[in-house]
C-alpha cells in the first residue's frame, strides 16, 4: 500500500515572493486549503509548511514556509509534491484511490481477464494479456472498480 500520494506538480513560480504554481492532481483542488504541511520531490524529498493556499484558474497557488523570493521557488519548477496518506481526503462508499488498484488483474463480471492495473511513469496504464498497452480510460476505471467490489 502507497504511504504518500501525489498531489500535484510545480510548473512554475508565481510573482516575486516566492509563491508556486502547481497544477494538482487530485480531484479537490481545495482540499490544498486543509494541508498545513506537504512533501517536495526533486532529487531529494524535503517537508515544508504551508503558509498560505489559493485557487486561480486550473492551479493551486501555494506558499511554503522558507520559499520567499522568486529565485527559490525557481528551484523547485518540476517538482512533484505528495502528502502522508493520513493526510488524504477520506473515501466515499464504491472510491479507492488508484494508486491501491495497481498490480490488481483486470477481469470483467463474466470472467474475462484484460490484464492487470499498473502505472508506467504518470499514466495510469491496463495491460492487456495481448501485450498491448492500453491508456486510462472510463473502461479502466470501470473494469477495474467492478473487480475491486466483487471479490468482498
Given at each position: 500500500?502507497?504511504?504518500?500520494?501525489?498531489?500535484?506538480?510545480?510548473?512554475?513560480?508565481?510573482?516575486?515572493?516566492?509563491?508556486?504554481?502547481?497544477?494538482?492532481?487530485?480531484?479537490?483542488?481545495?482540499?490544498?486549503?486543509?494541508?498545513?504541511?506537504?512533501?517536495?520531490?526533486?532529487?531529494?524529498?524535503?517537508?515544508?509548511?504551508?503558509?498560505?493556499?489559493?485557487?486561480?484558474?486550473?492551479?493551486?497557488?501555494?506558499?511554503?514556509?522558507?520559499?520567499?523570493?522568486?529565485?527559490?521557488?525557481?528551484?523547485?519548477?518540476?517538482?512533484?509534491?505528495?502528502?502522508?496518506?493520513?493526510?488524504?481526503?477520506?473515501?466515499?462508499?464504491?472510491?479507492?484511490?488508484?494508486?491501491?488498484?495497481?498490480?490488481?488483474?483486470?477481469?470483467?463480471?463474466?470472467?474475462?481477464?484484460?490484464?492487470?492495473?499498473?502505472?508506467?511513469?504518470?499514466?495510469?496504464?491496463?495491460?492487456?494479456?495481448s501485450g498491448v498497452w492500453v491508456y486510462t480510460s472510463m473502461f479502466f476505471y470501470v473494469c477495474v472498480c467492478q473487480v475491486i467490489v466483487h471479490q468482498n
Amino acid at each position: 500500500m502507497v504511504e504518500m500520494f501525489i498531489v500535484g506538480k510545480i510548473v512554475n513560480t508565481h510573482g516575486i515572493k516566492g509563491e508556486l504554481r502547481v497544477l494538482p492532481t487530485t480531484d479537490d483542488s481545495s482540499r490544498f486549503k486543509q494541508l498545513k504541511t506537504v512533501y517536495v520531490e526533486n532529487k531529494e524529498i524535503s517537508e515544508y509548511e504551508i503558509e498560505a493556499v489559493r485557487l486561480h484558474k486550473t492551479f493551486v497557488l501555494i506558499k511554503l514556509k522558507g520559499i520567499d523570493d522568486m529565485d527559490s521557488a525557481q528551484m523547485l519548477k518540476g517538482s512533484i509534491l505528495k502528502i502522508d496518506r493520513k493526510d488524504s481526503l477520506p473515501l466515499k462508499e464504491d472510491e479507492y484511490y488508484i494508486s491501491d488498484l495497481y498490480g490488481l488483474r483486470v477481469v470483467t463480471e463474466d470472467g474475462k481477464v484484460y490484464g492487470w492495473a499498473m502505472c508506467l511513469g504518470s499514466a495510469s496504464v491496463l495491460l492487456a494479456s495481448s501485450g498491448v498497452w492500453v491508456y486510462t480510460s472510463m473502461f479502466f476505471y470501470v473494469c477495474v472498480c467492478q473487480v475491486i467490489v466483487h471479490q468482498n
